[in-house]
């Protein structure tokens, strides 16, 4: 096809020019053209997704599910998500009026952001973190107000939110939480949640808390804001981590009705409803599949212990995950603080792929991200590989 003259060009809307694709993808990109890479790049589960949950979907196909569903999601869905959140955190949702289902976390995110922000808003977003966030705020015509983690070992603490709010407090309308973290693993105990919350609530914000990872802890358990202020909380899940299903794009929010009302017209405008077989799936993972996250976390957490112990010995610094399925990893001193240098020479010389930490914004300089959801013999191959590399610059 010819190209798009400059005349032409120039009358198309150049409101996302400003936004820049996802740091990660595009250096996925990039090192995915290595020969014999081994990339630890992606934040994806490396199982399939359970075999009854296939079946679920297969027989949904054949009964002919091939329906525009309810907007806010099919009936019996809403009603194992509104279970679902009742036995893991505690809380009541109204399946008809304080749920939607979405097109992935992803989408209740941008649902969430578009019902609640409005422009010259700020949003407090603890960081490092997931490089979407970014964008979408921006979109909304709000603004990130990103809080360096790092000296707290990547967790928000009630003293930092305050200090940030008696100095850039003014418009702030929301404190984004993510718990476990992308891209640190770290996850928020208890009473500093109760701590979080209060200020929260004294300030008269909103939390949005993006838990997708929440099914992947090890050794730890998971608290929820929306427990501490639930009517206050905007909650954000999905089946993408837990049941390893990030191709069917099913995800949540949950909160209170008043919010949620706007939140599923943006859903409707946005995409109508979500894909009725992937509902018939995610209403079996959640109904019968209490057993398939605790698999993965078995399986998640034997991979974790060895490339921290991996890690470890080679001079890398790190606070220790406690969910998802990510390292973030600082790079020995000697090495300085490019975590982008570091990262393109260890995908070309050595072959292994990983994040630069400054890809998920302030605090990250000097750190890579490491996705162990990859086999054992990968990681293990991907140490020694690390180790071979780290030796000859010492
Ligand atoms: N939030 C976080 C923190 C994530 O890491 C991801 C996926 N990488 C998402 C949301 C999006 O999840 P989904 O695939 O369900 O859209």
Redesign the pocket.
């Known amino acids: 096809m010819p190209e798009l003259s400059a005349d032409l060009y120039g009358t198309i809307s150049h409101k996302l020019d400003a936004l820049n694709p996802s740091g990660i993808r595009a250096f996925d990109k990039e090192v995915s053209k290595i020969p014999g890479i081994i990339k630890l790049t992606v ?2 589960p490396d199982f399939n997704t359970p075999e009854h949950v296939k079946q679920a979907a297969i027989k949904s196909i054949q009964d002919d599910d091939s329906h525009y569903a309810p907007q806010a999601g099919k009936p019996e869905l809403l009603a194992a998500i509104s279970d679902y959140l009742s036995d893991t955190r505690g809380i009541k949702y109204d399946p008809e009026s304080e749920i939607v289902v979405t ?7 941008d649902a969430t952001f578009f019902s609640l922000l409005n422009t010259g808003d700020k949003v407090i977003v603890p960081t490092p973190a ?1 490089a ?1 966030y970014f964008p979408l705020i921006a979109m909304t015509g709000a603004t990130a107000i990103q809080v360096d983690t790092s000296a707290d070992n990547f967790v928000l603490t009630p003293e930092h939110l305050e200090q940030v709010l008696a100095k850039e407090g003014k418009g702030a309308k929301a404190v984004l939480l ?1 718990y476990p ?2 891209p640190t693993g770290r996850e928020y105990p208890e009473e500093l949640l109760k701590g979080l919350a209060k200020v929260i609530a004294n300030h008269h914000l909103y939390a949005i808390a ?1 838990e ?2 929440s099914e992947l802890v090890y050794g730890v358990d998971h608290y929820s804001i929306a427990s501490m202020i639930p009517e206050r909380t905007l909650l ?1 899940s ?4 837990s049941h390893a299903m ?1 191709g069917y ?3 949540y929010v949950a909160g209170p009705a008043q919010i949620m009302k706007s939140i599923l017209k943006m859903h409707a405008y946005l995409v109508t409803t979500v894909t009725d077989n992937a509902q018939v799936a995610a209403t079996e993972a959640l109904t019968n599949g209490a057993a398939d996250p605790i698999a993965f976390r078995k399986s998640y957490r034997k991979r974790r212990d060895l490339v921290i112990d991996g890690l470890t010995k080679l001079g890398f610094g790190m606070a220790t995950p406690q969910g ?1 399925f990510y390292i973030f990893a600082k790079i020995p001193e000697f090495f300085g603080k490019d975590d982008e240098k570091f990262a393109r020479d260890l995908a070309n010389q050595a072959k292994v792929g990983v994040t630069p930490g400054s890809a998920f914004g302030a605090g990250g300089e000097g750190y890579i991200r490491l996705s162990y959801a990859s086999s054992e013999e990968d990681l293990t191959a991907a140490l020694a590989r690390i180790a071979g590399f780290v030796k000859k610059l010492e």
């Open positions: 934040g994806e097109v992935g976390a992803t989408e209740a995110l997931f979407l993510n973290s992308n993006d997708i990872y954000i999905g089946l993408s981590k990030t794009r099913l995800g998802a």
